[in-house]
């Protein structure tokens, strides 16, 4: 009996559980690698060390049975490389559970891992227990920053909570939830808010402003802004359209039509893309929203263009011996 899945999404759920894996060397064995979970509607890769904990999760394209299965940190590195050669979104991964192996299929090939006996660590039941823990107010908390890099590979915004300083810290992004224990401190008190302030009274020299912020915003979520303006220039452009008087500007036409036409194209792709690989979509929109606002993104376009084996100058030559010679061209004369 076989699970369906995309590969990318496999190799994707991997990518983001896989730092948490302990080390093989550690006290429990069976920690040493990637818990899959398959209850017929998702896919789930656990891993942890007992610092952190993730879980990700992806839906399943068709599941005929549920099943469990860990595969130890050297083969489920070779999972996840053979699920990231797969050079399309439109691949799927049939995966197989039997007699102590995970089988997984596609059209390019076949890959068999041996999977691990033994517990892995009660994934759900910790989920379970702290997201049902009642929120109070945390004054101050204390984390060990050596587990952040960790937090990368999940996303490049994740939420974050914590109910209380004694437990841990949930984070969470599209399909993705972890947790990381807080630091208990044991030689020392930990500081207060009021205790924070104390100590830093001096270095801020009594100022008490409160109209500040910080010179720029953190960055957010770039996509509803740009599907918000790709859904007007569509409309804006549409109206464009109708207010040509008769159509006999054929070039306003052309131009009005083309910007609608493809500023639909993009939102369309947008949703796709928000869809079927959120964290991507997420980093190449800040790199696009970049290059917008330094404004040099016709340069970039002719530099990809060359690149592309395309012939820029010429494009831009014929465009614009074209527009001169109808510039040149006397307008019909009119009663």
């Given at each position: ?49 007992r610092?952190?904990?993730a ?79 009642p ?18 590979q ?7 909570t ?161 527009r ?12």
């Open positions: 009996m076989a699970t369906t899945i995309a590969a990318h999404q496999l190799a994707e759920a991997l990518t983001q559980v896989m730092p948490h894996m302990a080390a093989p060397t550690g006290t429990t064995p069976i920690l040493a690698g990637v818990h899959f979970a398959n209850d017929g509607t998702h896919l789930h890769a656990v891993a942890t060390d610092h952190t904990l879980v990700a999760r992806r839906q399943l394209r068709d599941c005929d049975d549920e099943w469990t299965a860990t595969v130890g940190s050297v083969h489920i590195a070779y999972l996840h490389a053979w699920a990231e050669a797969h050079p399309t979104h439109s691949d799927t991964v049939d995966l197989a559970v039997e007699a102590g192996l995970l089988t997984a299929s596609s059209a390019a090939g076949r890959i068999a891992v041996p999977t691990m006996d033994g517990v892995h660590a009660p994934w759900q039941a910790l989920l379970a227990k702290h997201l049902d823990n929120a109070e107010p945390v004054d101050v908390s204390m984390l060990d920053t050596q587990y952040l890099a960790r937090w990368a999940a996303g490049r915004h994740l939420q974050i914590q109910a209380s300083p004694e437990t841990p810290y949930i984070l969470a992004g599209p399909d993705f939830i972890g947790l990381q224990m807080p630091v208990r401190p044991i030689l020392q008190d930990a500081p207060t808010r009021t205790a924070l302030a104390a100590d830093w009274a001096a270095s801020i020299g009594g100022v008490t402003a409160t109209d500040v912020d910080l010179p720029l915003p953190a960055d957010g979520d770039a996509a509803p802004a740009m599907t918000e303006d790709l859904l007007k220039q569509v409309l804006i452009s549409a109206q464009d359209l109708y207010d040509v008087v008769g159509g006999q500007d054929s070039a306003a036409t052309a131009a009005h039509a083309r910007a609608g036409a493809y500023a639909w194209t993009a939102h369309r792709l947008l949703q796709v893309l928000r869809v079927i690989d959120p964290r991507t979509t997420e980093l190449a929109l800040a790199d696009i929203n970049g290059e917008l606002e330094a404004g040099d993104f016709p340069e970039l376009a002719f530099d990809d263009a060359e690149t592309l084996g395309h012939q820029p100058q010429a494009w831009v030559d014929s465009y614009l011996t074209a001169d010679a109808k510039r040149a061209t006397p307008a019909p004369a009119t009663i």
